[in-house]
């Protein structure tokens, strides 16, 4: 069983930027301008959900746990009316699920975040804890919109100490740019996330490598994880202690369909290779062949015939 998420959820108002035939723009618009050609869509969101329904794509039994409201609920019907959800926390009157507005053109997204809950110890009842002690996987995202990111990753860290069936254990932190908790960060990494037993990845795209080499050093990330993975448009580089080495990204041949999740799907690629037993190279190369598929045919079309 695969037992992720376990950060906070978005409600996702995709807005892809077209030109007037009906194929992806290069440019946003400009300030005061209408653009009739958009193409705007409602779904569920987030990193860890993402990473879920990547996973679930490939036939995996994935329960995803997030704190879920009535319309993320029924978006999550829609979109992935077969997996399995658990809930974090209790549900109140007042609840609403975060949003963000992902703006899409050729070179990219732009993402708005709105953030108004969060993920804590406090949210993880029974039920999500005994799927932390079993789970095969777990995965440690999105300290860049989580506040509680902190407290709750000691939380999680500590749960599976005893979980003799875990295999790979994920960080990706999401944005950076404005993250400034870098001495608890630095002493999570080495008093819970070095110690976990299982294959530690640490993935992250370029920007988020510069930020994180800059405020520790590659030797860090090196000692404490079983392998630090960059990722970028062009390669993907593997750096562990025993090797290091280059995978280069193929050229895709049209104009991609979606940016969305792409990084989330790559994470997807590589820990399902994983656990079928490839070595890391082997599981790049399928996490970017995983990614590259979503680009060019999209969440309704990945992973079917």
Request: no cysteine; glycine share 6%.
């Given at each position: 069983m695969l037992n992720v998420g376990f950060d906070p959820v978005f409600i996702d108002v995709?807005?892809?930027?077209l030109d007037k035939s009906g194929s992806l723009s290069d440019t946003l618009p400009g300030i005061g301008d209408h653009h009739p050609w958009s193409s705007i869509q409602l779904v569920p969101g987030g990193n860890g959900f993402n990473f879920a329904r990547a996973l679930h794509r490939k036939?995996?039994?994935v329960i995803f746990w997030g704190k879920i409201d009535p319309v993320y609920e029924a978006l999550l019907k829609i979109s992935e009316p077969k997996m399995k959800t658990g809930t974090l926390g209790e549900q109140k009157k007042d609840f609403t699920?975060?949003?963000?507005?992902?703006?899409?053109?050729?070179?990219?997204?732009l993402q708005i975040n709105y953030v108004n809950n969060f993920v804590a110890p406090n949210d993880l009842q029974k039920n999500a804890i005994d799927a932390l002690e079993k789970t095969k996987i777990v995965s440690f995202l999105n300290i860049g919109l989580n506040r509680e990111w902190n407290?709750?990753?000691y939380f999680m860290s500590n749960i599976i100490k005893n979980n003799n069936k875990l295999e790979v254990a994920l960080f990706d932190p999401s944005t950076l740019k404005d993250f400034s908790q870098w001495e608890e960060?630095?002493?999570?990494?080495?008093?819970?996330?070095?110690?976990?037993?299982a294959n530690k990845i640490i993935s992250v795209n370029e920007f988020e490598a510069e930020k994180?080499?800059?405020?520790?050093?590659?030797?860090?990330?090196?000692?404490?994880?079983?392998?630090?993975?960059?990722?970028?448009?062009?390669?993907?580089?593997?750096?562990?202690?025993?090797k290091r080495d280059t995978v280069m990204v193929p050229v895709?041949?049209?104009?991609?369909l979606t940016h969305v999740g792409i990084g989330d799907t790559f994470n997807a690629?590589?820990?399902?290779?994983?656990?079928?037993?490839?070595?890391?190279?082997k599981a790049v190369k399928f996490g970017i062949q995983y990614a590259q598929e979503l680009m060019m045919r999209g969440w309704d079309r990945l992973g079917k015939e």
């Amino acid at each position: 069983m695969l037992n992720v998420g376990f950060d906070p959820v978005f409600i996702d108002v995709l807005t892809k930027i077209l030109d007037k035939s009906g194929s992806l723009s290069d440019t946003l618009p400009g300030i005061g301008d209408h653009h009739p050609w958009s193409s705007i869509q409602l779904v569920p969101g987030g990193n860890g959900f993402n990473f879920a329904r990547a996973l679930h794509r490939k036939k995996e039994n994935v329960i995803f746990w997030g704190k879920i409201d009535p319309v993320y609920e029924a978006l999550l019907k829609i979109s992935e009316p077969k997996m399995k959800t658990g809930t974090l926390g209790e549900q109140k009157k007042d609840f609403t699920s975060n949003i963000t507005v992902a703006l899409e053109t050729t070179k990219g997204e732009l993402q708005i975040n709105y953030v108004n809950n969060f993920v804590a110890p406090n949210d993880l009842q029974k039920n999500a804890i005994d799927a932390l002690e079993k789970t095969k996987i777990v995965s440690f995202l999105n300290i860049g919109l989580n506040r509680e990111w902190n407290e709750l990753f000691y939380f999680m860290s500590n749960i599976i100490k005893n979980n003799n069936k875990l295999e790979v254990a994920l960080f990706d932190p999401s944005t950076l740019k404005d993250f400034s908790q870098w001495e608890e960060l630095k002493k999570w990494y080495e008093e819970s996330f070095k110690n976990i037993n299982a294959n530690k990845i640490i993935s992250v795209n370029e920007f988020e490598a510069e930020k994180l080499i800059s405020k520790y050093s590659l030797e860090f990330f090196i000692e404490i994880a079983s392998f630090f993975i960059v990722h970028t448009a062009e390669k993907v580089s593997i750096y562990s202690s025993q090797k290091r080495d280059t995978v280069m990204v193929p050229v895709l041949k049209n104009e991609p369909l979606t940016h969305v999740g792409i990084g989330d799907t790559f994470n997807a690629g590589l820990v399902y290779a994983l656990l079928r037993g490839e070595d890391i190279v082997k599981a790049v190369k399928f996490g970017i062949q995983y990614a590259q598929e979503l680009m060019m045919r999209g969440w309704d079309r990945l992973g079917k015939e």
